[in-house]
Every structure is written in structure tokens, then in C-alpha cells.
């Protein structure tokens, strides 16, 4: 995570699989450190995939890293629209 980092796109369309311990890492390593390197002011325009199971699994981490934080972060299909979201 590098510092006066505020916005990002996520592109996970061709993410595949993803494995409960790469998802447990995200919470409990990588989120904490980018609390603390970026503190809350970080918007995250996210390009999901169309895979049900990879969705609801984004969503329940989003919206626990939404509980935990003042992140904005955002599903979109469209590129376009997700970086317009980013300016």
C-alpha cells in the first residue's frame, strides 16, 4: 500500500476462483495495513465478475470493510463509468 494513495480501480472480471485464505489475508493483513497507511479518505471503483460466487464473496468483504472504515468503495460493470467515478 503506498501512502497519499486515494483512489483505485479493482478489476476483478477474470478474478476465478479465489480461495478462502486469500480472502481471510485481504482482511486481516492487507485492510488493516491500508487503514492504517491511508486512513479513511480512499474510494475503490471495483469491475466485478460475473460469477455469482465470486460476487456475494466481494460483496460480504466489502461491506465488512465498509462496517470497519469510512472507505467508499464501489461495484461497477463498466469501465468507463468506473473511472469517471474516480475523478
Known amino acids: 500500500v503506498q501512502r ?4 483505485m480501480l ?3 472480471r477474470k478474478i476465478g476462483k479465489v480461495q478462502m485464505q486469500s480472502r481471510a489475508w485481504l482482511l486481516v493483513t492487507w485492510f ?3 487503514r492504517k497507511q491511508l486512513g479513511d479518505s480512499f474510494n475503490a471503483a471495483i469491475m466485478v465478475t460475473a460469477d455469482v460466487r465470486q460476487k456475494t ?3 460480504f468483504l466489502v461491506d465488512g470493510m465498509k462496517r470497519a ?3 467508499n468503495l464501489k461495484f461497477f460493470t463498466d469501465r468507463d463509468q468506473a473511472l469517471d467515478w474516480l475523478k
Do not use: L, V, Y
Not at 497519499?4 to 483512489?7: E, I, M
Open 4 to 7: 497519499n494513495c486515494h483512489r
Open 32 to 34: 488493516p495495513n491500508a
Open 10 to 12: 479493482i478489476d476483478q
Open 57 to 59: 464473496g466481494m460483496q
Open 69 to 71: 472504515s469510512r472507505f
